[in-house]
């Protein structure tokens, strides 16, 4: 092989292009400058094979700049320093493509979960909105039924076998009001609506209404009922009485169904601490009834849960009184403790701190009793009620009641209807449904309490009607209803609340 001439110009280009050490390495093994020469042409195409590469390299990170990120680098065959770098740079690609998979399955998940809020809430609005109807068109009918049994059960002239079929229908119609109701109530307390407020009350009045509700019940079953307010309970008490009454009503009802006839029942309300912001109150039922096993002492506060399931159909009920009493109970920041003995009798304790301090007081006025005992008064001329009512069976229903009475009702179909009324004739008193076509009992009310005649704008006006959710009660104070009787009504504390207010008005109480 013909040798090459070596021009010392060539070999310095060459050491310069080449790295330093790689140079020291082959120079050290000594041989000829030929042979360096040619090492050194070796190791110069060799680096130029790398810069070529480097560059390959570059231009593909410069891709990722670019938005190409997911791009890997070749590895070569030479296993090199820019292989270890193109394997670290892959590695680190790989984490980014994981971590990039996981960013947008965890996007994708706070999409669906925002999509889900969204979704529960609009269903939540509509189970509200259906609530809010079907208390409406359930209570409706409920009302027409009840009503009217209740007159035809005053009809003398029913035979025995009729007045017992009326009876049937009267208790069935009941129970399925109380079902309702507590349906109702659980979904209420469920969703947040049920709003506590602080109010004064007496516990006397709370345990004569009591009384007054359970007398009949009492006295039918023969039972012993006493009612106990220690002397160390404070006249005046701030809590939510209506939330109050509506656990005692439970735990009394239940200890009047769940007690056999000629039973006790005892009602005891004491202070169990004072501090300096709170009463401690403890209210106690006890009775000497059926009893409940002990498996069952924590389950019967769990929906639907009795402890024989023929109650609903002997007794009434469909298992949530204790679960709406509990969880009322424990809304006002208190507590409940059952203690039973099968066959002996139980004993339901509720204690509840209440505030000293009145916080979100709505009125100041002590809770009355339901029905309040009819006035004895006698008016010179008839009473002229304007009923504005859209449903038919509740107008004759309202109507006759009235009529028995002695009471002038002029009906009208909706609110618009009802301004146009009062604009136009004298009327005592007003009875409102609430939810009306064309124009609210809520609008009507406004316009009504709007109106310059001070005589037609100081009308009482009573709310009549079948809505029980949202927060009906608090906003009738506020729009201007003098009262709120919720239908199904009672015949006579309907007529003993017109005669009041329509007494008031009159200057005459
Ligand atoms: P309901 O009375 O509508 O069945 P509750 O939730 O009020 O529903 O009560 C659940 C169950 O607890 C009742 O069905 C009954 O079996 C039992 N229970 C409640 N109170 C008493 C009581 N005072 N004596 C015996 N059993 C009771």
Do not use: W
Request: glycine content about 4%; charged content about 30%; proline content about 3%.
């Amino acid at each position: 092989m013909e040798q090459k001439k070596v021009n010392l110009d060539e070999v310095l280009k060459l050491v310069r292009e080449i790295n330093f050490d790689e140079f020291q390495n082959q120079i050290t093994t000594g041989n000829s400058l030929e042979d360096v020469y040619q090492e050194l042409v070796f190791l110069s195409n060799k680096m130029k094979s790398k810069k070529e590469r480097a560059d390959a390299i570059i231009e593909h990170i410069s891709g990722c700049y670019e938005g190409d990120f997911f791009n890997y680098l070749p590895i070569s065959e030479n296993r090199d320093e820019l292989d270890v770098f193109c394997m670290g740079f892959n590695t680190y690609i790989e984490e980014l493509e994981h971590a990039t998979v996981s960013k947008n399955k965890y996007e994708i998940a706070i999409k669906d979960l925002l999509q889900e809020k969204e979704r529960s809430e609009s269903l939540s609005k509509s189970k509200d909105v259906f609530m809010a109807s079907m208390s409406h068109e359930i209570r409706t009918p409920l009302n027409g039924i009840l009503g009217f049994v209740e007159l035809l059960l005053k009809n003398k002239s029913l035979d025995d076998d009729s007045k017992r079929h009326l009876e049937f229908i009267k208790l069935s119609g009941d129970i399925l009001l109380v079902i309702i109701n507590d349906i109702l109530d659980l979904v209420k307390i469920e969703t947040g609506e049920v709003a506590l407020f602080n109010r004064a009350f007496d516990f006397t009045i709370l345990t004569q209404l009591i009384n007054e509700t359970f007398t009949k019940k009492i006295k039918d079953k023969k039972h012993k009922f006493s009612c106990k307010i220690e002397p160390n309970v404070p006249p005046t008490l701030f809590g939510d009485s209506i939330r109050i009454s509506q656990v005692l009503f439970n735990l009394i009802n239940n200890a009047i169904k769940f007690t056999p006839e000629k039973g006790k029942i005892r009602l005891k309300v004491k202070l169990l601490q004072e501090t300096e912001t709170t009463h401690t109150i403890a209210i106690i039922v006890k009775d000497n009834g059926i009893g409940i096993p002990e498996d069952k002492l924590e389950s019967i506060f769990n929906p639907f849960e009795q402890v024989t399931t023929d109650n609903s159909r002997t007794k009434g009920g469909a298992g949530l009184g204790l679960t709406i009493v509990k969880k009322l109970t424990e809304m006002m920041g208190g507590k409940i403790e059952v203690k039973s003995v099968l066959n002996s009798g139980s004993r339901f304790k509720i204690i509840l701190p209440l505030n000293k301090i009145v916080e979100n007081q709505f009125s100041s006025t002590v809770v009355k009793p339901k029905t309040m005992p009819m006035p004895e008064i006698t008016f010179d001329t008839k009473i002229n009620v304007l009923l504005a009512e859209d449903n038919r069976i509740n107008q004759i229903l309202v109507q006759k009641v009235l009529d028995k009475h002695n009471i002038n009702c002029i009906t009208v179909a909706n609110g618009q209807l009802a301004v146009e009324a009062v604009k136009d004739n004298d009327f005592d008193l007003i009875l409102m449904d609430i939810m009306m076509p064309v124009m609210d009992g809520y609008e009507a009310t406004t316009l009504i309490r709007g109106l310059k005649d001070k005589e037609k704008s100081s009308i009482p006006i009573i709310a009549l009607t079948a809505i029980v959710t949202g927060t009906v009660v608090e906003d009738s104070a506020t729009i201007g209803f003098d009262k709120y009787i919720s239908k199904p009504f009672d015949a006579e504390s309907l007529t003993s609340s017109i005669y009041e207010l329509v007494s008031l008005k009159k200057g005459r109480v």
